[in-house]
């Protein structure tokens, strides 16, 4: 049986709350590896935010309110063939994972190579590199 998302996502991904300002979110983008941000309140992801959502954004105002989930989101039982399909048409390589009620899964990460998706491990030693790096 092919893979589907749920097996190639990030279980437990980096959310913001729903009160999060435009410039709170411009601050997280200042990691390289933030590609999307992820609104979130009690388990539901509300919207989602690319760098570019942001552009003109005043940095006081929600950035719920630049936020879409239009495009950003797939089901975890999808075929991880349409997934890159969808990740190509659109130019992207994150993709929030979601149950019918919006309920976040997790995160679907392509590297940027293009040559597979990130795992949680692999998050896990950005982690200690970073924590290690700060000592």
Do not use: W, Y
């Not at 552009?55 to 797939?74: D, Y």
């Not at 999808?78 to 992207?92: C, D, K």
Request: charged content about 20%; overall charge neutral.
């Amino acid at each position: 049986m092919p893979p589907i998302v749920a097996d190639c996502m990030i279980t437990a991904p980096k959310t913001l709350p729903l009160n999060a300002s435009v410039e709170a979110a411009r601050a997280e983008f200042e990691d390289t590896h933030v590609h999307l941000l992820l609104l979130v309140a009690d388990g539901i992801l509300h919207g989602t935010i690319l760098r570019t959502d942001l552009l003109n954004a005043p940095p006081e105002t929600p950035a719920l309110s630049h936020a879409t989930l239009t495009n950003r989101t797939i089901a975890p039982n999808e075929p991880i063939t349409t997934a890159q399909q969808s990740l190509a048409r659109l130019g992207q390589r994150r993709l929030a994972v979601v149950d019918a009620t919006n309920r976040l899964l997790g995160l679907l990460c392509l590297k940027r190579d293009h040559t597979g998706f990130c795992t949680d491990e692999g998050v896990a030693a950005r982690a200690r590199e970073r924590d290690h790096a700060t000592r």
